[in-house]
């Protein structure tokens, strides 16, 4: 008797794709090749790393991967992003699996056309990752592996342009079409659990879900003011006003307009048209299962959250702008939960990541030499030794100034503190203590700086700011 109702229900499912007057839910067909007219497999090796690489931010602390981690359905498994350091952003990080089929507009406000153009804005931005595309492309231009990767796919050394094209490719393998929905849509009737056919059935009539969640994504691509309450931090962390305010006055918000929202006041941001106050894009629903929390700000922990919202009929409308198609369902609480079977089919397998071995710099070294009185550098090519003689050149700017030797001055810091425990080594933060310093007294090396903070993301809410006594993980 299942296997036959499943039978049945994958037959009235298949019936409903071939109907034209209604919109459907359906399988996520193959992407479109993007055609560049490089080599695909190498831009995206290449994007891979850049993809991970913290040197495409001002000071070296976020990768596109501290705002999409693997861990965290390829979010940051926050309710808020992070922001850039000395910043606190105020909407949730959305998942990047399955983005290269966004053809509509990327992010919540449907700003950015595509994947491409998302990087160089994400870059700049100052609250993302606050670069200058010129510091940017001389970082990469300093790391040989780098510079060999771009000649190899474009022929030319690093740019703002080949670099997004890169992280783009890469972007584009973040896939998941193998959801137990796309094989009960193509046919396999048992790919569903008798659970999850109900709450399809509960997803088509009476949930409403169809009106906006439709497509290969089950997104619309259209812009809902769908009166989803605020989340608490947006008014109550100092910093994430302070950055808000601030990115109002960047977009030419006046004060009195952006200082009366308790939250965010979606599309408008970009249109300012007063009909889209608290609109946003309709969110994809796949890969929900390991993209918790929910909502444009993460306001919602579970799915069961999110379907007694919608249930509900929502909450106040404080913009008047909310969609006339946010209404109470009653649903029972049987169904609610079959629907939540069904939203939970729409993800497939895990799409998993290993943060990858970045290639280090290369820079000719010029280490400086003390004689009495003056300096070179001793390694530089003797047409190029460049000699100064302190006490010369400051009577030549200020006659009569006279500069006394001393000897050299140095420090001698504490030892890092390393241990073992329970077979992994630790090493103890002091006060003091800073990424680089602890590379360069570890494995002699500041530019290791990242592999302790790869290895301690978890323990390491500030890269900037150690925590003194925190126990921070040593790899090999």
């Known amino acids: 008797m299942f296997y036959r109702v499943l039978a049945l229900s994958s037959a009235v ?7 034209q007057d209604f919109p459907v839910i359906s399988p996520l067909p193959p992407l479109e090749q993007a055609n560049t007219g490089f080599d695909e497999e190498a831009m995206s090796d290449l994007g891979r790393l850049l993809f991970f690489d913290t040197r495409l931010s001002g ?9 999409h981690d693997p861990a965290y359905g390829w979010g940051d498994g926050s309710d808020l992003a992070r922001g850039y350091p000395g910043t ?26 595509s994947l491409t153009e998302q990087v160089p804005g994400a870059m700049g931005t100052s609250v993302v990752s606050n670069i200058n595309a010129v510091l940017a492309e001389e970082r990469l231009r300093q790391i040989p592996e780098y510079v060999s990767r771009f000649e190899q796919i474009w022929d030319a050394e690093p740019s703002i342009e080949t670099i997004s094209q890169a992280i783009a490719a890469y972007e584009r393998t973040l896939i998941s079409d193998d959801s137990p929905f796309d094989r009960f849509a193509r046919g396999e009737a048992d790919a569903l659990s008798l659970q999850a056919v109900r709450g399809l059935v509960v997803f ?14 089950a997104t619309d691509m259209q812009f809902y003011n769908t009166s989803v309450p605020p989340n608490p931090g947006f008014t109550e962390e100092p910093l994430r006003q302070v950055t808000f305010r601030t ?3 960047g977009f030419g918000i006046e004060k009195e307009v952006y200082e009366s929202f308790d939250r965010d006041p979606g599309r408008f941001l970009a249109t300012r048209n007063p009909a889209d106050l608290g609109t946003m894009r309709t969110p994809p629903l796949r890969y929900l299962k390991y993209t918790a929390p929910y909502m444009h700000n993460g306001v919602f922990y579970t799915l069961e959250e999110v379907v007694d919202f919608y249930n509900d009929g929502g ?8 969609s006339t198609l946010i209404q109470p369902l009653g649903l029972t609480n049987e169904e609610k939960a079959d629907l939540v079977a069904f939203l939970e089919s729409l993800s497939g397998s895990e799409v998993t990541e290993d943060y990858p071995e970045l290639p280090d710099y290369e820079i000719a070294q010029f280490p400086m030499t003390t004689g009495s009185g003056a300096y070179t550098f001793a ?50 933060v002091k006060d003091g203590d800073t990424l680089g310093t602890l590379a360069e ?30 126990r921070l993980r040593l790899p090999e």
């Not at 499912?13 to 109907?19: G, H, N």
């Not at 007294?441 to 925190?470: H, M, S, T």
Request: aromatic share 6%; proline share 6%; with cysteine.
């Open 13 to 19: 499912f298949a019936t409903s794709l071939a109907a």
């Open 59 to 67: 000071d070296a602390s976020t990768s596109c991967a501290s705002c």
């Open 88 to 113: 606190m952003h105020w909407r949730n990080s959305q998942t990047l699996v399955n983005a290269a089929y966004m053809t509509g507009g990327m992010h919540w406000d449907g700003t950015v056309p």
């Open 204 to 217: 088509q009539g009476k949930g409403n879900c169809l009106s906006c969640h439709n497509g290969p994504l």
């Open 247 to 249: 990115m109002m006055r």
């Open 315 to 322: 909450t106040q409308d404080v913009f008047g702008t909310k």
């Open 379 to 428: 390694q530089a090519p003797q047409s190029q030794v460049m000699t100064i003689n302190l006490e010369a050149d400051i009577q030549m700017i200020s006659p009569g100034l006279t500069v006394a030797p001393t000897e050299p001055v140095t420090a001698t810091p504490a030892a890092a503190t390393v241990i073992i425990e329970n077979g992994e080594r630790l090493v103890i």
């Open 441 to 470: 007294e570890i494995y002699g090396d500041v530019l290791q700086y990242q592999k302790i903070y790869n290895a301690n993301r978890d323990r390491i809410p500030d890269p900037n700011a150690l925590e003194v006594g925190v």
